[in-house]
């Protein structure tokens, strides 16, 4: 027994002994910070859920990473209404069907210290469009003209979105007299911050750029690290390791809210959780009756209070400016969604609680699930669907997977689970366009097989619809569509949040989530 | 020994070209298609003509063994591939996380050496006294707790609230340690059992009763008759082990945000990054066989029986 005692200690020691190091050299590395803080340096540490494995704006989503560093700038930004605001160009205007004019603001530096002029500009969207296809298809382009400040993109094709879609990360505008290699790895891009350091998928050090154009940045150095697990980022900012962080889990977000250590900054996104119905003739779910009473039968308000966000009324978030108030949505109505499936003919004829289908055959469809940007919201949601499926007699089986492109390629699914930005450049065309017609063009794809003929015609109407008013009462149109067509479950509109420690000022959520770190932030 | 060790250098050329083939064609088979999934990433989904490009300039439109042929004469000039996903050779993407996994399943393997070891033994010597059931029912416990769990749980307690470590694993000894002790408790308590159990059945066999007629003392008995006996299973099964953590644990990674191969590999299967996927396969291969063929060489020397065994076979 001594020895059982003496072994337990000897682990208990060596434990202690490390942590001691730990604690020791946290201590030190804590005072280092302090002194330094309260002489001159402002730095805080920063958690994201994801960092690229480059830094290049043009390849991949890597733009969204160096936007939300604060690294990179486009031409116009989203604010809180999803409207054009100035950025980079401080003038624009739609000369003709196919020509946009912008004027690059005067006086804006690269990071390198060149000047941000229009061949510049143009050179940096042209670099873009031909590195990655998504800017292809934003732009439709057929050339640009630079003249001193003032930039010309001539179109090939009417394009009413491209205003909005130069917002897009993948056309920040970066120095491209830098390397790729330098590019991938310091961005050369505006803003308000410069990348000293990159470590791909872990880490990036950014100090303030000195010569940044709208003023001082609020902090001198941020080092931003990768923290996937949504629990451990909100441990993170528990253990004062991280002073500012994003996308916390509504179920942890409580530990945060109302409570003086912390900052908690919550907004409705223009995130929409769905549950994608499979429309192809192999699903049961190509039954449009069975659709309906499926989107009776699921209580929107109580997943919001589980998961947090507003129950969704169409395609559109809430937060979008679509016209959402115009909409008749589906409300929740069990007897109602019974009341369908009796006179369509979905009978309990078995009696083993679940109703069978017209045939008579068993009628039990498959929910796909899988992690979305390390949140658990939609197991949770996938979940509760299954609960209040049940409670109408339908029968669904859930399926947690790794990789959903396999199912999704063959069709093997009836649901699918899937966080989607309904206004991705703040325009309602884009989302439309690829999930709900065959011209699945960009970033996603229709992979449900919906189809509608006034939805297409929507979307050709919009082509050539430049007023934004216009183009939101179109929207509208089209979302009521989905609506009375029952076209997918629109689960829940997404929270999306940033939480900090109370010594971290200004760090407000935008509502378009390609913005995370701004001059604004500060810390006393 | 020496032909032992050779017979198996050649059966692991064997395994190696079986596992690589068998996965190129599983892979081939996904319903996915990788031209297809390189354009998704990057947020487009290409024409049918800029697919049918891609999918030449990739070479997918060879039949299966011809693409592994390729492949494979590429391997024997050193050139493993590109990976689609990182942008960069297969072999510097290893490099990179590999050095990260070797530490954690160093460290996690030793840890779990040390204590399972002295505690399963422990546990067998008092068998149904108190220290015995306090052991057996801790790695009960430990036994039961999920990776992911128990992970949080290390986390909230050393790290939220005493302070002690960080909650990203910096690369050293304190960063270290919270995913070592989550990937080792649950290994220690099922090692624990085992050792106990392969002891338990030691002793009471007729060789332990006449040593211990002949008063040859306990400890003796234990470490120099039961111990040689008792351990050839368990080595069997650490090796086993020690496979499954240089593969690498991608829950243990994604919770303590370690920079290893196990993320690596999901992502590199979620976007059929075949060249990863292949050079993984090898690793593994090489990983399973090695340390296997070691457990059979760390037997033969402490078991006699299976020298003669196998001299007489």
């Known amino acids: 027994m001594k ?127 031909e590195s990655n296809p998504r800017a292809e298809e934003y732009l439709k382009i057929d050339h640009i003209d630079a003249d001193g400040q003032d930039l010309t993109i001539v179109t090939k094709e009417p394009n009413a979105a491209l205003l909005n879609n130069m917002a897009e990360p993948v056309f920040s505008i970066i120095d491209t007299s830098c390397s790729d290699d330098e590019i991938r790895s310091k961005v050369c891009g505006t803003g308000p911050y410069m990348v000293t350091e990159f470590v791909s998928e872990n880490k990036v050090e950014l100090s303030a750029n000195p010569d940044y154009w709208d003023g001082e940045p609020g902090l001198d150095g941020i080092t931003v690290t990768q923290i996937v697990d949504s629990d451990a980022r909100a441990m993170s900012v528990q253990s004062k390791e991280i002073d500012l962080t994003n996308t916390i889990d509504n179920t942890t977000l409580k530990l945060f809210t109302g409570n003086s250590d912390y900052n908690v900054s919550s907004i409705i996104s223009p995130r929409v959780n769905v549950a994608y119905m499979n429309n192809a003739e192999t699903s049961p779910l190509s039954d449009v009756e069975l659709r309906k009473a499926i989107s009776y039968a699921v209580d929107r308000e109580s997943y919001a209070g589980l998961i947090g966000g507003s129950a969704a009324h169409s395609a559109y978030s809430d937060s979008t400016p679509f016209g959402n108030e115009t909409i008749d949505a589906i409300e929740y109505d069990p007897d109602k969604a019974a009341e369908i499936l009796d006179e369509a003919g979905y009978i309990d004829t078995d009696s083993d609680g679940f109703r069978e289908d017209r045939s008579g055959n068993q009628l039990k469809l498959k929910y796909l699930q899988a992690a979305d940007h390390g949140s658990a919201d939609s197991a949770i949601l996938a979940q509760a669907v299954q609960s209040d499926l049940k409670k109408v007699g339908i029968n669904v089986e859930l399926l947690a997977v790794e990789n959903l492109s396999d199912y999704q390629s063959s069709g093997d699914f009836d649901f699918y689970t899937a966080n989607d930005n309904s206004a991705p450049t703040g325009d309602p065309q884009l ?93 006393e | 020994m020496e032909k032992y060790i050779l017979k198996r250098f050649l059966q692991l050329i064997i395994v190696l070209f079986g596992v690589t083939l068998i996965t190129f064609i599983i892979t081939q088979a996904a319903p996915s298609d990788p031209a297809e999934m390189k354009y998704i990433s990057m947020g487009t989904i290409p024409s049918e003509e800029l697919l049918e490009q891609t999918r030449e300039e990739m070479g997918l439109n060879d039949p299966v063994i011809v693409q592994y042929g390729r492949w494979l004469a590429n391997v024997f000039h050193g050139d493993l591939g590109e990976s689609s996903k990182f942008s960069e050779p ?153 496979g499954g953590l240089l593969g690498g644990t991608a829950i243990v990674e994604t919770v303590f945000s370690w920079q290893g191969i196990g993320n690596m590999v999901v992502e590199a299967i979620r976007v059929r990054d075949y060249n990863l996927i292949q050079a993984y396969v090898i690793w593994m291969a090489v990983i399973y066989v090695g340390v296997n063929l070691l457990a059979d060489i760390l037997c033969r020397a402490l078991d006699p029986r299976i020298r003669l065994k196998n001299k007489s076979d």
């Open chain 2, 90 to 242: 297969v072999l510097s993407q290893m490099a990179k996380k590999l050095p990260m996994t070797l530490e954690l399943a160093g460290v996690s393997f030793l840890v779990m050496i040390a204590v399972a070891f002295p505690l399963g033994i422990l546990a067998a010597v008092k068998k149904n006294k108190i220290a015995d059931y306090i052991i057996r029912v801790g790695s009960f416990f430990g036994i039961s707790m999920p990776n992911f769990w128990l992970g949080l749980i290390l986390m909230y307690i050393f790290a939220v609230r005493l302070g002690w470590f960080n909650v990203v694993s910096e690369n050293n000894l304190s960063g270290i340690i919270l995913p070592v002790l989550t990937l080792t408790i649950p290994m220690i308590c099922g090692y624990i059992r085992q050792i106990r159990t392969a002891i338990l059945e030691e002793m009471n066999s007729d060789y332990v009763i006449g040593a211990r007629s002949r008063g040859i003392s306990e400890k003796r008995i234990l470490f120099f008759h039961i111990m040689p006996n008792a351990i050839s299973p368990i080595i069997t099964l650490m090796g086993l082990s020690i």
């Open chain 1, 3 to 129: 020895k059982l005692f003496s072994l337990i200690l000897a682990c208990v020691l060596t434990v202690g002994t490390f942590a001691g190091c730990k604690a020791e050299s946290a201590a030190t590395n804590s005072a280092v910070s302090t002194n330094s803080d309260t002489e001159t340096q402002k730095h805080i540490n920063v958690a994201f859920f994801w960092i690229s494995t480059g830094l290049d704006p043009a390849v991949d989503y890597d733009g969204w990473v160096t936007s939300r560093l604060g690294t990179s700038e486009t031409l116009i930004k989203l604010d809180d209404d999803l409207k054009p605001e100035a950025c980079l160009a401080d003038e624009w205007k739609n000369i003709d069907e196919n020509t946009w004019y912008f004027h690059i603001r005067e006086g804006v530096k690269f990071t390198t210290g060149n000047q941000v002029t229009a061949q510049e500009a143009a050179d940096s969207i042209m670099r873009a469009v």
């Open chain 1, 431 to 523: 989302m439309l366009e690829t999930m709900y017609t065959k011209n699945a063009s960009s970033g996603k794809q229709n992979l449900t097989g919906y189809q509608n003929d006034d939805i297409d015609r929507i979307i050709e109407e919009m082509n050539k619809t430049f007023d934004t008013e216009e183009r939101y009462k179109l929207a509208a149109q089209a979302s009521q569509i989905l609506n009375d067509t029952a076209a997918n479950l629109f689960l829940t509109n997404s929270y999306i949040n940033m939480v900090s420690l109370a010594k971290v000022k200004n760090a407000e959520q935008p509502v378009c989530d390609y913005y995370f770190i701004t001059k604004d932030i500060t810390v």
